[in-house]
């Protein structure tokens, strides 16, 4: 009988810089929301079913969900992790496509939202613990996700608008290595290194563990590739074939883990 890998211990962060990223985040949000036109708003997003005013609406949900979790009592339970959230997500898409398309009939945008949200967060300590739509989570692993929320779909309404939209570092740093880190997750073992410079470097998949040199099979991309592959926006054989994945040894293919979140 062959053990299988235990999963990778979740990561740490600052909470304080967490804070800041996303309150940089959100604000850009607002700013680049704001600046829309009709005609865009009414465009495709790029995502099935929505156009870019459904893009909106969620990314003002994803900034309101955050005051309403934390007037909401201390919830009981053992908090889930990052990863465990990540992972998760997928089995919600009906309840958050609905909630956007009620977001975006009101005209609800981010700017709406990010003073009353930032304003929920002053004082709240970093051991609060609050609900969210997967389970508990303490605060500053609840705002990763929120960084998620907003980098990914904030890339969405980039590919959606094609204006470049101005990540925080920290930011758009954290969200890959979360996404990583839920990897690492999902296919726990040593076989494989996958490498997102500068950010993140992880470990997975069950095979051969190298001990010196370079490893037999790594994945390497960039920032935004990952992000675009990890939550189904980019195929892996698209990737590949275009040269913004260089995978090398015969473990390296990630299809089957992929995509984490959609």
């Given at each position: 009988m062959t053990n299988r890998p235990a999963a990778p211990?979740?990561?740490?962060?600052?909470?304080?810089?967490?804070?800041t990223a996303?309150?940089?985040?959100?604000?850009?949000?607002?700013?680049?929301?704001?600046?829309?036109?009709?005609?865009?708003?009414?465009?495709?997003?790029?995502?099935?079913?929505?156009?870019?005013?459904?893009?909106?609406?969620?990314?003002?949900?994803?900034?309101?969900?955050v005051p309403r979790w934390l007037a909401e009592p201390v919830p009981t339970g053992p908090p889930i992790t990052v990863e465990q959230w990540a992972n998760g997500t997928r089995a919600h898409a009906s309840v958050i496509s609905a909630i956007a398309d009620?977001?975006?009939?009101?005209?609800r945008t981010p700017a709406d939202c990010v003073d009353a949200a930032i304003a929920a967060l002053d004082g709240v300590p970093d051991t609060r613990t609050t609900i969210t739509r997967i389970g508990p989570m303490r605060l500053p692993d609840m705002l990763v996700t929120r960084l998620v929320e907003g980098v990914v779909h904030s890339d969405d309404l980039e590919r959606a608008?094609?204006?470049?939209?101005?990540?925080?570092?920290?930011?758009?740093?954290?969200?890959?290595r979360a996404l990583a880190d839920a990897l690492a997750v999902r296919a726990p073992g040593h076989a494989v290194e996958v490498r997102v410079p500068p950010f993140a470097v992880v470990q997975?998949?069950?095979?051969?563990?190298?001990?010196?040199g370079v490893p037999p099979n790594v994945v390497e991309t960039d920032p935004r590739t990952w992000i675009r592959l990890a939550t189904g926006r980019l195929t892996w054989a698209d990737a590949v074939d275009d040269g913004r994945v260089l995978a090398s040894g015969e473990r390296s293919d990630l299809s089957g883990y992929l995509p984490l979140m959609g």
């Open positions: 211990r979740p990561r740490k962060v600052d909470p304080a810089k967490v804070r996303l309150i940089a985040e959100w604000r850009a949000m607002a700013e680049v929301t704001a600046r829309l036109t009709p005609a865009q708003l009414a465009a495709p997003s790029g995502l099935t079913g929505w156009s870019t005013a459904n893009l909106v609406g969620h990314l003002a949900a994803s900034v309101e969900a009620d977001m975006a009939e009101a005209g608008t094609g204006e470049p939209f101005p990540h925080d570092r920290h930011a758009l740093g954290t969200v890959v997975c998949v069950t095979g051969p563990r190298h001990t010196r």
